[in-house]
């Protein structure tokens, strides 16, 4: 069993920064590639961020500038900074992750359960 527990997220006005934190458990063998994305209300999950274990990050062009992910190996977490937040950047923002589960070492895809974030005008 592998769990992924977001926290972080809450009510901020517009301008602030929060910072999410997605911590991984259970049977893990390995991680490999984290990420954060995001769904606001009526549209569709878009990616915000990805970092591999090397620590390689990726940001889609609508999310450079802004939001900085990072990871911490040891601690099996992923961390998202968010700076000069908007409104627009209201959403559940979920956590995934890569894991090679120590009961079969197969490689699966696991989601958080999502922490909500919203930004005040």
């Known amino acids: 069993q592998v769990q992924l527990v977001e926290s972080g997220g809450g009510l901020v006005q517009a301008g602030g920064s929060l910072r999410l934190s997605c911590a991984a458990s259970?049977?893990?063998?390995?991680?490999?590639?984290m990420g954060w994305y995001r769904q606001a209300p009526g549209k569709q999950r878009e990616l915000v961020a990805t970092?591999?274990?090397?620590?390689?990050?990726t940001y889609p062009d609508s999310m450079k500038g802004r939001f900085t992910i990072s990871r911490d190996n040891a601690k099996s977490t992923v961390y998202l900074q968010m700076n000069s937040l908007k409104p627009e950047d209201t959403a559940v923002y979920y956590c995934?992750?890569?894991?090679?589960?120590?009961?079969?070492?197969?490689?699966?895809?696991?989601w958080g359960q999502g922490t909500r974030v919203t930004v005040s005008s």
């Open positions: 995934n992750a890569d894991i090679r589960t120590s009961s079969d070492y197969k490689w699966y895809g696991y």
């Open positions: 259970g049977s893990i063998f390995s991680i490999n590639a």
């Open positions: 970092i591999t274990v090397s620590g390689v990050t």
